[in-house]
């Protein structure tokens, strides 16, 4: 079986032979010069989510999406790693994953079982791999309304003042490390 690695360069290269004569750089880069951002993992981008509908193979086992493998990592045992895996939607999914105790190495680990699932998500899916990989130098920005700073950038307005961690001008950009990892994983490609 041919490595998916040199199966997701080629296909790349067959691309960029493929388009049409263009400054590379007009594309990624802004009227300023400076890279442009992709702020939110929707529509056209949407293939950049956890949630986005990628089923994946881990061990045997298919995955309805990186959210559902990303989730399941988090069991300590078969029947909460199944029950994450059967669950009807990601949502339901997150929520069971929620729910149960967290392996005691996970905070430790949890980027690493993110980029697991990403590598596994562009190896299995060429096509979205190509797609990444023609965010050029695009910064990712996992933005979202659900308060999530850690692996996003919450936009919430905020204006109950219910989310502390959602007040920007006090907590500034979330951490990003969704779009950080989907940036290291592009650099691969």
Not at 44 to 59: C, D, K, Q
Not at 168 to 183: E, F, S, Y
Request: charged share 20%; glycine share 4%; with cysteine.
């Amino acid at each position: 079986m041919a490595d998916p690695l040199d199966m997701m360069r080629d296909l790349a290269a067959a691309e960029r032979a493929a388009a049409p004569e263009t400054d590379p750089l007009s594309y990624f880069l802004s009227r300023d010069n400076t890279p442009p951002t992709i702020a939110r993992f929707r529509g056209e981008h949407e293939y950049l989510s956890n949630p986005f509908h990628a089923p994946i193979v881990y061990r045997g086992l298919v995955y309805k999406s990186t959210e559902y493998l990303f989730q399941a990592m988090k069991a300590t045992n078969v029947a909460d790693r199944e029950e994450i895996r059967n669950a009807p939607t990601w949502r339901e999914a997150k929520q069971i994953a929620h729910d149960i105790a967290l392996p005691e190495w996970w905070n430790d680990e949890r980027e690493t079982m993110m980029m697991t699932c990403l590598w596994i998500k562009f190896t299995q899916h060429l096509p979205l791999a190509v797609q990444l990989k023609a965010t050029g130098n695009a910064t990712l920005i996992e933005g979202n309304t659900w308060h999530d700073n850690i692996w996003g950038h919450c936009t919430c307005n905020n204006a109950s003042g219910r989310y502390p961690r959602c007040d920007h001008r006090v907590a500034g950009l979330g951490q990003n490390l969704l779009g950080q990892l989907l940036m290291a994983m592009r650099s691969t490609l």
